[in-house]
């Protein structure tokens, strides 16, 4: 299926490694012009011209803090500059401060201030950026990387669990706002996605006993949650916005 975004210009952050990673290279793959943002110069570099060497796509790496109003807006500037503006933009946020605890356990208020400014801050931040640029340009497709615990919240996730629901909430307002400007926003909503720090940490926790958690009885692969972002940035998802869509192997039990 052509996906009709051959030329568009994505940017994907935190796209070094990881699922923004298999994302920003579908999209390549697809003939997107691509903007990576992420923290780390050395990894962010290696990224890109692993893309470029694999898909011969036009890549722009943009090192940077997605919490730095200062850095988003070079980010902005680097992609006007490169491609004039962009089309497509997925956020991919950090991860929550280290060690999964329940909501109780939380009792550090700086590990809930990191989270709250690494996982909804900083997609405000980019967003209200990045979108109108889209609204000017009469088309745009906003994707955020969420988790299937908004939906079902799972043990032990509680900083997650929060601040992703926050983000969530933004994104849904911004797609009621926006649907009649040609802009859709949409979410996707992962679980057991096999990314390397999720072997990582579930190598020393019982990857076995995680795995037969998954109603299809193995993990999710990136490049499968990759191919339902491409598909939401298409002009085939014109008429999808709001939505949350989960890429969790059936995880999820709730009817809605």
Known sequence: MDLGIKGKVAIVTGSSSGMGNAVAQRLAEEGCRLVMFARTPERLSR??????????????????????????????????????GPDILVLNTGRPPLGMREVLAETDDARWEDAYRTMLWSGVIVMRRVVPLMVARGWGRVIGLTTASVKQPMKNHALSTVYRAGLTAVLKHLAIENAAKGVTVNMVCPASVATDSFRAYWGNH???????????????????????????????????????????????????
Do not use: C, Y
């Open 47 to 84: 990224a890109a011209n692993d893309i470029r060497s694999r898909s011969r796509a036009e890549v722009v790496s943009v090192s940077g803090d997605m919490t730095s109003a200062a850095d988003v807006e070079r980010l902005v500037a680097e992609t006007t500059s490169a491609f004039g």
């Open 206 to 256: 019982g990857v076995d006993e995680r795995a037969k958690q998954v109603p299809v009885g193995r993990f999710g692969r990136p490049e499968e949650l990759a191919a339902t972002v491409a598909f939401l940035a298409s002009d085939w998802a014109g008429f999808i916005t709001g939505e949350s869509v989960h890429v969790d192997g059936g995880m999820i039990a709730s009817l809605n």
